[in-house]
């Protein structure tokens, strides 16, 4: 079992800056897909970034948004400049322990294949 806690969403204006992170706990953290999703009222959940080894971005936050990792610290950061109001939403960290969900050239953008979810971080992002 996974345990995921988020901290460090909050209300921003646009064009400014925030940073997400995303505990996790596990003796194997360095071998998680781990994933941000979003979710704005109304609206279905969606990816926005995923790393492993590599990263992968949505294209509405690609160059914006940045997604890290530490090991030493089980943790999982998205660093998000450039913030329009649009971004606005719960944000969300998944973990996939599997390894499956992002490898070689594959990799999932479903929130349904994630087993581990956070409780959400809500950002708000004002014009």
């Known amino acids: 079992q996974v345990q995921l806690v988020e901290s460090g969403g909050g209300l921003v204006q646009a064009g400014g800056s925030l940073r997400l992170s995303c505990a996790a706990s596990?003796?194997?953290?360095?071998?998680?897909?781990m994933g941000w999703f979003r979710q704005a009222p109304g609206k279905e959940r969606e990816f926005v970034a995923v790393i492993s080894g590599n990263t992968v971005y949505a294209d509405s936050v690609k160059g914006r948004f940045t997604i890290s990792r530490d090991n030493a610290k089980n943790t999982v950061y998205l660093q998000m400049n450039s913030l329009k109001p649009e971004d606005t939403a719960v944000y969300y960290c998944?973990?996939?322990?599997?390894?499956?969900?992002?490898?070689?050239?594959?990799?999932?953008?479903?929130?349904?294949?994630?087993?581990?979810w956070g409780q959400g971080t809500q950002v708000t992002v004002s014009s």
């Open positions: 596990g003796r194997t953290f360095s071998r998680y897909v």
């Open positions: 998944a973990a996939d322990t599997s390894g499956r969900l992002y490898s070689g050239s594959y990799y999932s953008v479903n929130p349904l294949e994630y087993a581990y």
